[in-house]
């Protein structure tokens, strides 16, 4: 009966951090469509929600715990709260990126960005593919899966490097142009970071299944 419980609870909190993680896309996604467009009452709603999104991981963060001091699970059930406890934080900053994204719009007013943007949107589909894999690797438990995220970051990291030798050109051409490319370079900062985040969620998930903590880039360098 107590192991159904625990099952059962977990089973919850798995469908909040599912929840949470469709929360994020969204943020990120809009925070992207409103900066391309320019639509500064899209990018202040951007910045509100995320307050949502902070309600949710702390009621995440509650059940964790309360599960924790209800039930003490131990061995797998231990460490599978314990890896939603820290997936939802890492949800967490993915949207604090995406308000982030937001307030970098708002600040921008109307001015346009420096540049068409192009391979901003491109990055910022590669770390939400990045985030649905990794938390696909969760549901299905997929060690493979949340393996070859590592390498997706790597791509993500190509196209950062990218764009800011891009930006840094604009900025020794025309100093003009400094404080508009410094603003994009602040976006591709929050994706760059965002990437990195859902790296943070496969190890979390490759920690559930094998109960052994990786760097997987830092293992991908050794290897």
């Known amino acids: 009966m107590v192991r159904t419980n625990i099952e059962n609870q977990l089973d919850e909190i798995q469908d909040d951090i599912l929840a949470l993680a469709s929360m994020v896309e969204k943020a990120i996604t809009h925070a992207i469509d409103a900066l391309r467009e320019r639509d500064l009452e899209a990018s202040q709603a951007v910045v509100a929600f995320d307050d949502v999104i902070d309600e949710k991981r702390f009621v995440i963060e509650e059940r964790c715990v309360d599960l924790l001091a209800t039930q003490q699970p131990a061995a797998r059930d231990l460490r599978w709260v314990i890896a939603l406890l820290h997936i939802a934080v890492e949800l967490e900053r993915m949207g604090d990126y995406a308000e982030g994204i937001g307030k970098i719009s708002l600040m921008m007013g109307d001015e346009p960005p420096l540049k068409p943007l192009i391979d901003i ?60 490319a410094t603003y994009l370079l602040w976006v591709t900062h929050d994706l760059e970071r965002t990437a990195d985040r859902a790296t943070n969620i496969a190890e979390r998930v490759i920690y559930l299944v094998t109960g052994k903590m990786l760097d997987l880039n830092l293992s991908k360098q050794v290897s």
């Open 121 to 180: 949107p491109r990055m910022a589909e590669m770390s939400i593919s990045m985030l649905h894999q990794s938390i696909d690797a969760l549901v299905t438990r997929d060690v493979d899966l949340a393996r070859r995220v590592c390498d997706a970051d790597d791509e993500v990291d190509a196209l950062h490097e990218q764009i800011y030798h891009e930006l840094l050109l604009f900025m020794i051409k025309d100093p003009r142009s400094i404080q508009r």
